[in-house]
């Protein structure tokens, strides 16, 4: 079980640019969560997905970020036209299928997302 | 919504004591409560998840308790050695997300 991957693990974009990151969940999980944690600050939640469905977004700024699920492939976290303020580490996290309320969360080792 | 803090911040003990971090948290209506350390530049490794029915959990060194009623779970790390040095953080999940204080950054001096 490889666990939960994301990539890439460091991106660096220039003001204006787009970030596009990924996350493939833990084998058999349909649930992924986004979350982003900006420099000494704690981890916020952006939102949360299950396949082909946003559940939850109510952490996601509401222009120029977008995520998405689709029944093939890993989620996508896509941030549009970048500035300075994006720069953070964004994790992703997965539960089990069905069973989420008894189990807990299991994080990738996120995406360092560097804006120049 | 949901508010979890972390208390102390900052924590620095010499190798081989023991010590309690401490998380609160305002709406006790939670699924279950998790603790994760993070390495420096690292991602999150969950260490304990105690599910709202439960008091305690246990794993080796590590004891995490839960008092839902009051808003608070404790991790105890016995023994302390130098490569516990990390932040610790504890999330608490209700209907939908998990929640997050801000984390408690501890360091053991050898």
């Known amino acids: 079980n490889a666990g939960v991957m994301q990539n890439p693990r460091h991106l660096v974009r220039r003001r204006g640019q787009e970030a596009r990151l990924r996350c493939s969940p833990m084998?058999?999980?349909?649930?992924v969560y986004w979350y982003r944690q900006l420099p000494e600050e704690g981890l916020k939640f952006m939102v949360y997905?299950?396949?082909?469905?946003?559940?939850?977004e109510s952490g996601m700024p509401k222009e120029r970020f977008s995520a998405e699920f689709p029944k093939e492939g890993p989620s996508i976290l896509r941030i549009q036209q970048v500035v300075r303020g994006d720069s953070a580490a964004y994790f992703c996290?997965?539960?089990?299928?069905?069973?989420?309320?008894?189990?807990?969360?299991?994080f990738g080792s996120g995406t360092r997302l560097t804006v120049v | 919504k949901q508010e979890v803090t972390q208390i102390p911040a900052a924590l620095s003990v010499p190798e081989g004591e023991n010590l309690v971090l401490n998380c609160s948290f305002t709406?006790?209506?939670?699924?279950?409560l998790q603790w994760f350390r993070q390495d420096p530049g690292k991602g999150l490794t969950s260490l304990l998840l105690?599910?709202?029915?439960?008091r305690e959990q246990t794993s080796g060194r590590l004891n995490a308790s839960l008092d839902k009623s009051s808003g608070r779970s404790t991790l105890y790390i016995a023994a302390s050695q130098p490569g516990d040095s990390a932040t610790y953080l504890c999330?608490?999940?209700?209907?939908?997300?998990?929640?997050f204080g801000t984390g408690t950054s501890l360091t053991v001096i050898p």
């Open positions: 996290a997965s539960l089990a299928t069905g069973q989420g309320f008894l189990y807990g969360y299991t």
């Open positions: 084998k058999g999980h349909s649930h």
């Open positions: 997905l299950q396949k082909e469905n946003i559940i939850d």
């Open positions: 709406d006790s209506a939670i699924y279950n």
């Open positions: 105690i599910q709202s029915s439960q």
């Open positions: 999330a608490v999940r209700g209907l939908g997300q998990f929640y």
